[in-house]
């Protein structure tokens, strides 16, 4: 049998490999995206801690 | 270790990325993305596409780490079975160890991603689909009853039920009904298959209702259950989902419905024989479509109440 460079093993292993690469990158794509919409719809980004800090404190009434 | 024994490994059965995919069930998951699509878009308050789009996909990706951790414990069974046998686990391109940790990893993954995307009453509600589909139907009662299918339908049922909660972050009657229509229809659907797919189930050992009551009584059972179905279906016409192009889809549907459960009802075992099932396939291809005819009806009202022209 003649010794092939690229054996059938190593093509289907590429293909699983860049499958999950781009699977990857898609995720990566998405959660940059959903971070984006959730700013754009000023969703509260920060949970209250039962620490004291400026932007979690409720607001000065105003005069 | 000499430079020869480096290639004894038979790699023919290696796993492609295709044979992970199958292990999600695309074809499950098809209906899983359907159905809390129409849940979501039914809602009564909306979401940022994005936002929408991604719930959607962490729910299907719950839904298929299911279908793989179900692929894992059930694979003894499905190497027995026809219908199952090319499945990636018995023809052993995956192994069960990896299936098991594939399917973990993704439902924690699909949880929590629902959870930081859409709320929390939605994540808990998948968690919870996950454990009862793969904890409570497939290790626990699968094996043990009869009324298994019966069990099982309430995990395929939740999928609308975490869209609804994804956008109004609760439940409510209309999710509940949309819930109940999947939950009322999977008893009669799966066993019309398990007539004319009875063979498979005995060779499996899994006790399905022509196996342990016979057929007689499994047509009774389609009946019944097809009766019961129509009025939770008709029903759902009258809430803030519904509205006349529903309820007129809801009628004849289930019109049509319970037309073929009464024919497989009248029907003895001689008639099916002498036909190969015919009208017990032809009420299972229904059934397909009475499903996917329901939640686009529902769909259908969602989009034309955008417009201002759907509902009561």
């Known amino acids: 049998m003649a010794i092939a460079k690229e054996h059938e093993m190593h093509k289907r292993r590429f293909n699983r490999n860049m499958g999950v690469g781009l699977t990857l990158l898609a995720f990566v794509a998405l959660v940059y995206g959903l971070t984006v919409a959730k700013m754009q719809t000023g969703d509260m980004m920060e949970a209250n ?15 | 270790m000499s430079d020869a024994s480096l290639n004894t490994q038979d790699f023919s059965n290696d796993a492609s990325f295709g044979d992970f995919f199958a292990l999600l069930k695309p074809r499950v998951m098809s209906l899983v993305v359907f159905t809390a699509f129409v849940g979501l878009l039914v809602a009564p308050t909306s979401v940022h596409p994005v936002v929408g789009f991604a719930s959607i996909l962490f729910i299907a990706i719950g839904g298929g780490a299911s279908g793989a951790l179900n692929m894992w414990w059930e694979a003894d069974v499905d190497a027995v079975m026809k219908r199952t046998q090319g499945r990636p686990i018995p023809s052993g391109k995956v192994t069960p160890g990896e299936a098991k940790a594939f399917g973990i990893t993704l439902a924690a993954m699909a949880v929590v991603m629902l959870g930081l995307a859409a709320n929390l009453a939605a994540a808990g509600i998948l968690a919870f689909t996950i454990f009862f589909y793969v904890v409570v139907y497939t290790m626990g009662l699968k094996r043990v009853t009869p009324q298994n299918i019966v069990i099982g339908g309430a995990a395929g049922a939740f999928p609308p039920m975490i869209g609804w909660a994804v956008a109004t972050g609760g439940v409510s009657i209309e999710s509940v009904l949309m819930f109940s229509i999947i939950f009322m229809w999977t008893p009669p659907h799966f066993w019309a298959l398990a007539l004319f797919m009875n063979d498979d189930y005995t060779k499996a050992g899994i006790p399905m209702l022509p196996v342990v009551r016979g057929r007689r009584s499994t047509r009774n059972h389609i009946l019944v259950y097809t009766l019961l179905l129509a009025p939770v279906a008709i029903g759902a016409a009258f809430t803030s989902i519904g509205g006349p192009v529903y309820l007129t889809a809801a009628v004849a549907l289930n019109l049509w419905f319970i037309a073929g459960a009464v024919n497989i009802w ?17 009420f299972f291809r229904v059934s397909l479509l009475y499903l996917f005819l329901h939640f686009g009806a529902l769909l259908a009202e969602g989009v034309l109440r955008s417009f201002g022209i759907g509902g009561w």
Do not use: G, L, M, Q
């Not at chain 1, 801690?49 to 932007?55: F, K």
């Open chain 1, 49 to 63: 801690d039962h620490s004291p800090r400026v932007s979690v404190t409720p607001a000065e009434p105003t005069e």
């Open chain 2, 266 to 282: 009248r029907r003895d075992e001689d008639a099916a024989i002498a036909d190969k099932y015919r009208a017990e396939r032809k």
